[in-house]
């Protein structure tokens, strides 16, 4: 039995494990700042058929098929936990009844906001029921923080992404690694219909495309030039082994930048990005770090340019790599702005080292 006035209360994170999941990303920060946490994964709410499971998405509102029962089990958890902070990710499977319950407990309620809930593919109106009882909801995109307010949020607070060095290391890499990733002009994410056009017009420009990720083969443009996912531990290898990095941002996410913004210079990779506010407020000024584009016929000439200056590459890769790992923007730093910017949490969470949680049950399951 644990003695709960004899340990620290943990940090309850509410994330996905696995690849560049952000959720694991602030899990691993617990542990490099000395907190105990307990991670519970998001998709035990989806965890069913996956006839059934599609079925409830599409037909009853964007809901996972175990979303009222998981919403119960968390519940329970701090009930018997007493987390001082719920840390949610994202369109978090929880409730507005459930975050009622686990703010009455004296829990704190926090959303880290991965994705935009006006977005149609993603919305839903049981999430928009439960965003007014977060206690303070950081947004990874200022185009939505207006709506965020509107909905009767207490507190909401723009905070960037960031970048894990657990998963891109100082390291360098043979050409030998390199090899199977040789490419002009490479782009990691998923494949959505505006993203096309881009992709499609590099390769028609006579470039080398090389794109990671889901979806790509569905377009008959990008099918030939899809070489699937890509595990997070080759991500760098590829953003290495290609000469220049895309960065684009998802429109129907209202984007100003996205988790590669930081990701590809940390890699090391030459950054040839969409040219937004949020990407002009991290990188500076053009050509101080990256290259900006507004249009695809700019695109596809700085593309070009880049590639005919490899000395102009390595100086801007460089840049940007210095920028980004130099200053604040890992996830360990994202966590503790978090905590900082909570109310009360310094003296709920105290500044010991890791305690009984963390050690022994730090990801224990419902």
Request: with cysteine; charged share 25%.
């Amino acid at each position: 039995m644990i003695d709960n006035s004899t340990v620290n209360r943990p940090v309850l994170i509410l994330g996905n494990r696995g690849g560049s999941n952000v959720g694991e990303s602030f899990a691993r920060a617990c542990s490099e700042i000395g907190i105990p946490f307990l991670q519970i994964e998001s998709d035990r709410a989806m965890r069913g058929s996956a006839v059934l499971r599609r079925v409830i998405w599409h037909l009853w509102d964007h809901q996972p098929i175990r979303l009222r029962r998981h919403s119960a089990e968390i519940v329970d958890l701090c009930r018997a936990r007493r987390p001082s902070l719920v840390l949610a990710m994202g369109i978090a499977p929880l409730t507005a009844e459930a975050l009622e319950e686990i703010g009455n407990l004296g829990c704190c309620r926090a959303n880290y906001l991965t994705d935009d809930p006006w977005n149609p593919r993603l919305g839903s109106r049981w999430f928009s029921r439960a965003l007014p009882h977060y206690d303070h909801v950081f947004t990874t995109r200022r185009a939505n923080i207006d709506d965020l307010v509107a909905v009767g949020i207490h507190r909401v607070s723009y905070l960037a992404f960031g970048w894990d060095p657990s998963l891109f290391p100082d390291k360098s890499y043979s050409e030998r690694d390199l090899g199977a990733y040789d490419a002009d002009v490479m782009f990691a994410g998923d494949g959505d219909q505006d993203r096309v056009p881009y992709i499609a017009a590099l390769t028609a420009a006579g470039l080398r495309v090389a794109v990671y990720g889901s979806y790509w083969e569905r377009f008959a443009e990008t099918r030939q030039i899809a070489r699937g996912r890509i595990a997070v531990t080759d991500l760098p290898k590829a953003i290495m082994g290609a000469r220049i990095a895309l960065c684009l941002v998802r429109r129907g996410n209202r984007d100003g930048h996205c988790m590669r913004t930081f990701e590809v210079p940390a890699a090391g990779g030459c950054m040839l990005t969409e040219n937004t506010e949020e990407h002009r407020e991290i990188f500076g000024q053009e050509g101080e770090r990256v290259l900006y584009f507004r249009t695809v016929d700019e695109m596809i000439a700085k593309a070009k340019w880049l590639l005919e200056d490899a000395t102009e590459r390595t100086r801007l890769a460089a840049a940007a790599r210095a920028h980004i790992r130099t200053h604040s923007n890992t996830y360990e730093q994202r966590l503790i702005s978090i905590l900082d910017s909570i109310d009360g949490t310094e003296g709920a969470l105290g500044a010991s080292s890791l305690g009984h949680w963390a050690k022994h049950d730090s990801r224990s399951s419902i």
